[in-house]
Antibody
Framework: EVQLLESGGGLVQPGGSLRLSCAASGFTFSSYAMSWVRQAPGKGLEWVSTFGVGGVGTYYADSVKGRFTVSRDISKNTLFLQMNSLRAEDTAVYYC???????????????WGQGTLVTVSS | EIVLTQSPGTLSLSPGERATLSCRASQSVSSYLAWYQQKPGLAPRLLIYDASNRATGIPARFSGSGSGTDFTLTISSLEPEDFAVYYCQQRNMWPPLTFGGGTKVEIK
């Protein structure tokens, strides 16, 4: 069974930093692209970032480019999101999500974590 | 950026009724559109991918259709557990991946 478990959320002041983690199990982590998707309170879903496979690289929404960095540790089956220069508008539940098929970039998400709440406020 | 517009914003129906949800793209996304269901406090769940393919474990009452710019999610007969918010998402042209604003299906 696929499991994704996010952690690292919390309250941070504007301009601060947080590092989110997503521990994955139940599938071959190295074979799948992984993404972060966020949802502001009472709002819809917003794609944030993707870590690709096969050397295709990393991708970011314009709203976070230059401030957020996605990475992964295959030895620990963990996806990370380093968030710097946080703003009030980054307040959201952050989900990690696994793409549908291995080895490619079929960017529909068939498994999601439970989410971790990031609150940016003074 | 491809903008996805979902309609209606809210759909008020009774159990057993048919639900028809629409998603319109600002430019063609071919068949690369997915539908998700989200209940309060929970993560989204993939229902349909690539316009018309049901994800694993999704009941047959959920079906998707469309291509290009116009897509439909149909729930043939609403069960009590189907009352939720539904989102569409395109993967044809990215970054960015984009989601629609959602349609809430509520009990009438």
């Amino acid at each position: 069974e696929v499991q994704l478990l996010e952690s690292g959320g919390g309250l941070v002041q504007p301009g601060g930093s947080l590092r989110l983690s997503c521990a994955a199990s139940g599938f071959t982590f190295s074979s799948y692209a992984m993404s972060w998707v966020r949802q502001a309170p009472g709002k819809g879903l917003e794609w944030v970032s993707t870590f690709g496979v096969g050397g295709v690289g990393t991708y970011y929404a314009d709203s976070v480019k230059g401030r957020f960095t996605v990475s992964r540790d295959i030895s620990k089956n963990t996806l990370f999101l380093q968030m710097n220069s946080l703003r009030a508008e980054d307040t959201a539940v952050y989900y990690c999500a696994k793409v549908l098929t291995p080895g490619g970039m079929v960017m529909h998400f068939d498994s999601w974590g439970q989410g971790t709440l990031v609150t940016v406020s003074s | 950026e491809i903008v996805l517009t979902q309609s209606p914003g809210t759909l008020s129906l009774s159990p057993g009724e048919r639900a028809t949800l629409s998603c319109r793209a600002s430019q063609s996304v071919s068949s690369y559109l997915a539908w998700y269901q989200q209940k309060p406090g929970l993560a989204p769940r993939l229902l349909i991918y690539d316009a018309s393919n049901r994800a694993t474990g999704i009941p047959a009452r959920f079906s998707g259709s469309g291509s290009g710019t116009d897509f439909t999610l149909t729930i043939s007969s609403l069960e009590p557990e189907d009352f939720a918010v539904y989102y569409c998402q395109q993967r044809n042209m990215w970054p960015p991946l984009t989601f629609g604003g959602g349609t809430k299906v509520e009990i009438k």
